[in-house]
């Protein structure tokens, strides 16, 4: 890779291009390494020894986060991030693609990821059994453009944009 861990000198330069210190940043590989093994069966490592690729630009764990996190922080566009990495875009996006499903297995793992999800009515009453209020925003949701003329004005601002719905938040109790 043309930027690399081996450029990060100071504390600062980690925190800047991770978002982590070089002792958490350590800490997260060890971690992200096994379950990276756990999800693909293999390391890194073991899949790069049998590719036909000649050379590739990221070649361990530690690179693939780096660069996964790297991606996170600078919000560069995947043609950008490949010129930094010496990548083209598309298997910049690929590769970020792949450290951040590593990533999200982590975190939901140890607790840190919200859950987006349910599968079923009562897995979501589980989840949220032990709490009194549950709290959605949404306060704007798309909408399409009414035709009758007087549904339009509740909702129609005049302007050749999208109008977002606009209702007010509302807390809502749980049903147990």
Partial sequence: MKVSISDLKTERQWR????????????????????????FEESIEEIKARSPMPKSVIANCEELLFFTLLSLKSGLTYDVLGVLTGMDGTTAKRNQEVGVRVLKEVFQEDGYAPKREFKTVKEFQEFFKNDDTLIIDGTEQAMQRPKDKEKQKDHYSGKKKLTPLKQRSSRRKIRK
Avoid: C, P, V, W
Avoid at 20 to 36: T, V
């Fill in 16 to 39: 800047a291009t991770t978002g982590y210190d070089q002792a958490r940043f350590k800490r997260l590989l060890s971690i992200f390494k096994e379950k990276y093994k756990e999800i």
